[in-house]
T-cell receptor, first 111, second 116 residues
Framework: QKEVEQNSGPLSVPEGAIASLNCTYS??????FFWYRQYSGKSPELIMS????GDKEDGRFTAQLNKASQYVSLLIRDSQPSDSATYLC???????????FGAGTRLFVKA | NAGVMQNPRHLVRRRGQEARLRCSPM?????VYWYRQLPEEGLKFMVY????????ESGMPKERFSAEFPKEGPSILRIQQVVRGDSAAYFC??????????????FGPGTRLTVL
């Protein structure tokens, strides 16, 4: 079992729709969870961080965390073509130093 | 620009040569992380350093790879006797308070290493 798993996609949604990205993790002691966006050939850019169970909203983005299910998700509302990128889920392992990244989900937003 | 800086941005080496990748963290950050990203794959943790200390190198290959973060100057990732499989993008990230639950890492633009 991979430490952080994501559906590789590609996930294709029409402009204006909600894109839903999912991630599961294996380290039950993890406390910190992040979503990064990475455009092709560029470095990862932090979108959201979440540390407590429940939802956290920031503009068009909502992160959801369920530690009991070891599941974290990212919702993108009113998707735009500029949201087309690879979205990386990241989890800080127990101990607080090592960050484990998922392989990423490729999102395409069709105009 | 107060962001994380990496240089060179592109590096070409022949098999057997040495590659040195440099990373200057954001101002006020004393924690540096190195990651490797192979084409079409996610980022793989390599090493975490504080000034003059290697804290976690569990992701570093046992041979040919080394990292340092001296008291003065940038962090260096050194790859000796490069092989074609070392071709990848190498990203550096920095953070102000590693180990804190709310710590956030900020990424540099990366160095793309090509081994011929």
């Amino acid at each position: 079992q991979k430490e952080v798993e994501q559906n590789s996609g590609p996930l294709s949604v029409p402009e204006g729709a909600i894109a839903s990205l999912n991630c599961t993790y294996s380290d039950r002691g993890s406390q910190s969870f992040f979503w990064y966006r990475q455009y092709s050939g560029k470095s990862p850019e932090l979108i959201m961080s979440i540390y407590s169970n429940g939802d956290k909203e920031d503009g068009r983005f909502t992160a959801q965390l369920n530690k009991a299910s070891q599941y974290v998700s990212l919702l993108i509302r009113d998707s735009q073509p500029s949201d087309s990128a690879t979205y990386l889920c990241a989890v800080i392992a127990t101990g607080g130093f090592k960050t484990i990244f998922g392989a990423g989900t490729r999102l395409f937003v069709k105009a | 620009n107060a962001g994380v800086m990496q240089n060179p941005r592109h590096l070409v080496r022949r098999r057997g040569q040495e590659a040195r990748l440099r990373c200057s963290p954001m101002k006020g950050h004393s924690h540096v992380y190195w990651y490797r990203q192979l084409p079409e794959e996610g980022l793989k943790f390599m090493v975490y350093l504080q000034k003059e200390n290697i804290i976690d190198e569990s992701g570093m290959p046992k041979e040919r790879f080394s990292a340092e973060f001296p008291k003065e100057g940038p962090s260096i990732l050194r790859i000796q006797q490069v092989v074609r499989g070392d071709s990848a993008a190498y990203f550096c990230a920095s953070s102000p308070n590693a180990g804190a639950v709310t710590d956030t890492q900020y990424f540099g633009p990366g160095t793309r290493l090509t081994v011929l």
